[in-house]
């Protein structure tokens, strides 16, 4: 380990060298860049040793492994990651002082590897993490997309996507293993040729085109215990480079044809976070990195182990939402055709060992892929899903005789469709929600059908977060002070936490907590003048709703509320009113239309609000451009507010919320996903809720009845604000720019439902809600109490805590001490 063997003048050298070897110059002459990659370079080597070691002991004790199967892995800088797991940040800290760079600068450099979206990508990363502090052995399998989440640049207030080329420079921290590399094959036909000597038929893919997959490994560091796991993504590379014998026979095209095949698959992570687009590609890159991955994990188990029937004491793949779910496909594939078992016998060991994840009700996000496109890109997995499907709906025919309606809603194929979640559940022993209320929603609505047939399967696991990351690499003041009050048991046990609730009283305690969040809120008063030129006060409340950009999530709620108050201090200038800074970072699908006109509708606001002399500073909004993992941890550190306002019911679980508690945030939100959990840990006093119930959102969406026009005929509060949206008053003049929000709030012109999120049944609830918040911040003593309680109740959301639960309840996996 870098701590037990870090030596200040050896780094400094080894630092040295690298910078010679990688780039022909002194330290002195190097720009900042470089000397990242080569400190990046010697503390990879330290991990290397870790990561040798870990290998021997996985191959000595033999544990059960965990495969988490993913197509985003949202993983953020790992240097200052690496060196916190180390237990060398302060050293590595000094040591580049001494050589007169700022580690912080240092750190600045690494591009954000933004392989994932949003909640679900974040959540694989916080699951690597979390699994190696804990001591299981377990690999992130995933795609090395070229291009990550596109970089958000804001123009004239509008989004705009720039391509994310984090590869630019190279990435210090992965190793490339060619030796591993698997061929994965797409198209052709399935032939059937019977053997007489087994009285089997066997089925021969031909025709096809291929491409190679070939890993590269990053490690994942536990804290302070030496384990390195390792994250797998995979890259595509032509089978043989150009195909010669065709170019020659004057096939041009057919040449090409295999290099764009692997060209075009590991491009691009598709940009869209709770939505299904349905893209042949997006099928390719599913099945690519699942084909590979199980692939290597059967010939990794076979290497030392000789009957597959125990594949399930050994392997578990866990499916991260319906992506990965061409896993039991696949496994089938392998076990029947390649390693001949019995069907009966493969689907046994393939429902042991695959668990499927679920991670929305969000109708959009449900994957279904047409039968034409599935069966002509995978003709023999499609024909092993047709198989599964008939024997599927011959158990439903037995459990429920002569019932078509279980049919049409539980088949796998159906309507010329093959829909994922249908193969996940039938295909796996576990089915799990992200949160309570989810899971309890998946079961007595959208998966009612599938609890009532498997019970059993079904199970809750609520999402968490990294302590690592979020509160000891992200917010250090705070993290020393909790060191200081309760001892650094925290960094690996977050339950301790409770013990700073007998600090709740304590004046001292309060004072030092305030002050600390204060700071957190000039760096973040820093960023903000350096990337949006807007000065904020850090003495103003620091209100921040920072994610993707979703109606569900209801920024425009939040922003609707800003125009709203805004009216009020114009109209009543004389009226109390606390200073507030309303912060928003989000990126929207790139071609999610409403989302991008919502940014918009922000930043105009901004525009006109921050720009009000007469209004004295008493609300300024921020848009930061380009939210990621990197100024996210910082962002949580600085907020006084967390805002988590979407429809309840539809965010499953959230992430954020669990991010903003820890660091001392109170949460205004509606009871939905795990704020319910939250709220139920914190004590309700200490959060602002508000809204309709999930029950109330369903019954709406179930039986009707629910009138927004309404709430803008009687209320006038509403309906100034909505007139803003169409009267130029955000738009210098332009009475369209925002009509179609308007409209979808109201429906004028339209027979579609209008105000599908229910924004203005919960507005003026959440108003009331807000002035609650005011006056709580006002009460200095009562507000840090509460911020500090934040923090100590937030010992269950420590994606620790998820793991140990995934491990007891679902993988059954064995704990690994490295050096016994
Ligand atoms: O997964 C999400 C997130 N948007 O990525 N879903 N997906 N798909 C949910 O909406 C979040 O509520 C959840 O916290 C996250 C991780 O489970």
Redesign the pocket.
């Known amino acids: 380990m870098l701590d037990n063997h870090f030596k200040k003048e050896e780094f400094k050298k080894s630092v040295k060298e690298n910078v010679k070897m990688l780039y022909r110059k002194t330290i002195e002459e190097a720009t900042q860049e470089q000397v990242f990659q080569a400190v990046s370079l010697a503390v990879k080597d330290v991990i290397i040793d870790n990561w040798l070691l870990t290998q021997k002991q996985y191959e000595k004790d033999d544990p059960k492994i965990v495969y988490y199967l993913s197509m985003e892995f949202l993983m953020g800088r790992a240097l200052g990651n690496n060196l916190i797991n180390l237990c060398a940040y302060d050293e590595v800290k000094e040591a580049l002082d001494e050589l007169g760079f700022d580690l912080n600068v240092i750190e600045d450099q690494e591009p954000d590897p933004a392989l994932g ?4 990508g974040r ?1 694989a990363a916080c699951f690597l993490d979390s699994l190696t502090t804990l001591g299981y052995c377990a690999y992130g399998c995933g795609i090395r997309y070229h291009y990550g989440l596109f970089k958000q640049k804001i123009e004239d207030g509008y989004q705009v996507e720039v391509p994310d080329n984090w590869l630019k420079n190279g990435y210090p921290f992965e190793l490339r293993r060619p030796e591993y590399a698997k061929e994965v094959k797409f198209g052709g036909y399935v032939k059937v040729e019977y053997d007489p000597a087994t009285g089997r038929n066997h089925f021969i893919q031909e025709g096809y085109q291929s491409v190679l997959a070939v890993p590269y490994d990053m490690p994942i560091v536990g804290y302070n215990n030496n384990v390195v796991n390792t994250l797998r993504i995979w890259d595509a590379e032509a089978i043989n480079d150009f195909r010669l014998d065709l170019f020659d026979k004057g096939e041009y095209h057919k040449a090409v044809e295999q290099e764009n095949l692997a060209k075009n698959i590991v491009e691009v992570l598709y940009p869209n ?2 939505h299904y687009a349905g893209k042949e590609l997006r099928l390719k890159q599913q099945y690519f990195f699942i084909s590979a991955s199980i692939q290597e994990a059967i010939e990794k188990f076979k290497k030392t182990h000789s009957d597959l029937h125990d594949l399930p004491k050994k392997v578990a793949f866990q499916l991260n ?1 319906t992506h990965p779910t061409m896993t039991v496909a696949e496994l089938m594939r392998i076990l029947v055709d390649e390693e001949n078992l019995e069907w009966e016998d493969a689907w046994n060991i393939t429902t042991q060992t695959c668990a499927y994840t679920n ?2 009700i969000m109708s959009e ?1 449900l994957e279904k892929w047409p039968i034409e496109l599935f069966s002509r890109l995978l003709p023999r997995i499609y024909q092993i899903i047709e198989e599964i499907n008939r024997r599927f709906l011959l158990e439903i025919q037995q459990k429920y005789p002569g019932n078509q309606e279980k049919i049409r809603k539980m088949a796998i194929i159906y309507d010329g469709q093959v829909k994922m979640a249908h193969l996940a559940i039938a295909g796996g022993h576990s089915v799990n929600g ?1 949160a309570r209320l989810h899971t309890e929603i998946l079961k007595k609505q959208e998966l009612k059908d599938f609890y009532e047939m498997y019970p059993d399967k079904f199970n809750n696991k609520t ?1 968490g977060i990294t302590q690592r990351r979020f509160l000891l690499h992200g917010n250090p003041l705070l993290a020393s002070w909790v060191t200081e009050h309760i001892g650094a048991g925290w960094i690996t046990d977050l339950s301790q936490l409770s013990k700073l609730k007998v600090y709740a009283d304590d004046k001292k305690a309060q004072q030092e907590f305030m002050n600390i969040k204060y700071q957190n809120k000039v760096r973040l008063a820093k960023y903000i003048l350096e990337h949006n030129g807007i000065e904020v006060n850090p003495n103003s409340i620091f209100d921040v709703q920072v994610k ?1 950009l979703h109606e569900y999530k209801r920024q425009l709620m939040n922003i609707l509320h800003v125009m709203y108050l805004y009216n009020k201090i114009k109209e009543h200038p004389e009226m109390p009113f606390y200073p507030r800074t309303f912060i928003f970072g989000a990126k929207a699908a790139a071609g999610y239309r409403r989302a991008k006109q919502t940014i918009k509708l922000i930043n105009a606001v901004a525009d006109v609000i921050n720009n009000d002399k007469s209004i004295n500073g008493k609300i300024k909004v921020v848009f930061i451009e380009n939210y990621r993992v990197s100024n996210a941890e910082m962002i949580f550190a600085a907020a006084d507010v967390s805002e988590q306002i979407s429809t309840a019911s539809k ?5 954020g919320n669990m991010k903003f508690m820890l660091n001392g945030a109170p949460t205004i939100g509606t009871m939905d ?1 795990a704020n319910v959990e939250i709220v139920e840990e914190v004590g309700a006093e200490n959060a602002f809720i508000f809204g309709l119930s999930s029950d109330e959102v369903i019954n709406y969406e179930n039986n009707g009845g629910y009138d927004p026009m309404q709430y803008f005929n009687n209320d006038p509060d509403i309906r100034n604000v909505l007139m803003q949206l169409i009267n130029g008053t955000y738009s210098n003049g332009d009475f369209n720019m925002f009509r179609e929000i308007y409209d979808s709030l109201l429906n004028t012109n339209s027979s579609d439902k209008a105000d599908t999120y229910f924004i203005l049944a919960d507005f003026k609830s959440y108003a009331a809600a807000q002035e609650k918040v005011e006056e709580a911040y006002r009460d200095e003593e009562r507000w840090a109490k509460m911020a500090l309680l934040n923090t100590a109740c937030a010992g269950k959301f420590t994606s620790d805590r998820t793991i140990q639960q995934y491990v007891d309840e679902i993988w059954h996996l064995d704990k690994v001490v490295i050096g016994k």
């Open positions: 979206n949003g909640g679900l959540l976070d709770n939402d991670h929305t996000a992200v999402n993707r965010e499953a679980s959230g992430t996903g």
